[in-house]
Nanobody, 115 residues
Framework: QVQLVESGGGLVQAGGSLRLSCAASGSIFSQSTMAWHRQAPGKQRELVAAITSGGSTNYAGSVKGRFTISRDNAKNTVYLQMNSLKPEDTAVYYC?????????WGQGTQVTVSS
């Protein structure tokens, strides 16, 4: 059973930075696509960024140029570096693992950006 544990969320002022981490258990991490999603109050969960097992990345337009997704297969960990944060980035951020038809979610970590 895969478990994903996010960390690194918190309260930050607009313009600041945070780095989220998601540590995965199990042996399929390096073969999986990893993604970060977020859900703001009253809104649908949305894709923020994803990275394939080969290292290809894609980003939501709203975060492109400000956020960077990366992975360390030796540590079974995916990161989301968030710079130039805006109040509209406030949300619960979730880590997701995609392995074939299987998907696993973390429990989420709160990011709050004050103006």
């Amino acid at each position: 059973q895969v478990q994903l544990v996010e960390s690194g969320g918190g309260l930050v002022q607009a313009g600041g930075s945070l780095r989220l981490s998601c540590a995965a258990s199990g042996s399929i991490f390096s073969q999986s696509t990893m993604a970060w999603h977020r859900q703001a109050p009253g809104k649908q969960r949305e894709l923020v960024a994803a990275i394939t097992s080969g290292g290809s990345t894609n980003y939501a337009g709203s975060v492109k140029g400000r956020f960077t997704i990366s992975r360390d297969n030796a540590k079974n960990t995916v990161y989301l570096q968030m710079n130039s944060l805006k109040p509209e980035d406030t949300a619960v951020y979730y880590c997701k693992m995609i392995y074939g038809l299987l998907q696993y979610w973390g429990q989420g970590t709160q990011v709050t950006v004050s103006s």
